[in-house]
């Protein structure tokens, strides 16, 4: 499926006006090099990655690519749409759905050639790859989309993506995108905190970045939606010892999870 538009500098401007301060921020880190994006859920990280592409659209006009890959189905045309609206780009998506399984190398080159930005699931793009009907040498912007999974089995396609096609064409000195990833969490699977920076070290020489956050905490509480809060005060008369030992508890989960926050942030 495809899609186009156009936005005018006034709608340009008004969008810039738009983005968070911690965006601009990790816009620029993004700009400087391959970056992880580390934040929340609902902290606004694809808006990072379209800000990125509209400050890439010079590269666009020839015949690089953004290559956008998501991890589901569902995500596809969400994420194709906000582009096409936030940039003007033509915007061409792709999922299996699409009955692109089929499709052949003159199909492919015909979508591809009609758009700058590319949104696929990434076995999609992993197949088009294997194929022989895109180069990743071809694309100026690589975003990959909850790239924690490329810590995966190695059969996973960003994994496969990164070490198989990636690494490799650096490894010959040929041209490779940009990378930004994108994620909410840096690991897949429980570890000490002592073996955190282990897993994280690992995600970034995997996806050749570096994982970046803001320490303005602050200012994504002031954005990311928070359900309502009301604190309703229970006069006990006589405290029992079962509530004196669940207050307790709560204390000590309250304590964990704000020394966990810090923690988090001294290892990154």
């Known amino acids: 499926m495809a899609s186009g538009s156009s936005e005018t500098p ?26 992880i994006v580390y934040l929340g859920t609902g902290s606004g990280k694809t808006f990072i990655a379209i800000m990125l592409i509209r400050e890439m659209r010079g590269q666009l006009k020839s015949k690089k690519k953004a290559i956008f890959l998501v991890n589901s189905v569902a995500l ?21 759905a699409d009955g692109v399984d089929s499709w052949t190398q003159a199909r492919w080159s015909e979508e591809i050639s009609a758009h ?34 490329a ?18 064409l650096k490894e010959m000195e040929r041209p490779v995108p940009k990378i930004l990833g994108l994620s909410a969490c840096l ?7 002592e073996n955190f920076h282990k897993e994280k070290n690992n995600l970034e020489n995997i996806m050749d970045s570096k994982v970046e956050t803001t320490e303005d905490l602050y200012s994504i509480l002031q954005y990311v939606t928070n ?7 229970y006069e006990c008369s006589n405290k029992c010892e079962l509530s004196t030992a669940i207050l307790d508890l709560v204390d000590q989960a309250v304590g964990q999870l704000e020394k966990m926050n810090t923690e988090e942030l001294l290892l990154l």
């Open 10 to 35: 006034d709608e340009e401007k008004l969008s810039i006006l738009r983005s968070r301060p911690y965006q601009r921020e990790l816009l620029e880190k993004a700009k400087e090099g391959n970056t």
């Open 76 to 96: 596809v045309d969400q994420q194709a749409e906000a582009i096409r609206i936030s940039t003007g780009l033509s915007v061409g998506s792709y999922c299996g």
């Open 116 to 149: 700058q930005v590319l949104v696929l699931v990434h076995q999609v793009f992993l197949d088009v790859m294997t194929h022989s009907y895109f180069s990743l040498s071809n694309a100026a912007l690589l975003i990959l989309d909850e790239c924690h999974h």
């Open 151 to 168: 810590q995966m089995a190695k059969n996973h396609p960003y994994s496969s993506i990164m070490r198989e096609w990636y690494h490799k």
């Open 187 to 193: 690991v897949v699977k429980t570890v000490k905190p």
């Open 227 to 233: 359900p309502d809060e009301e604190v309703l005060v």
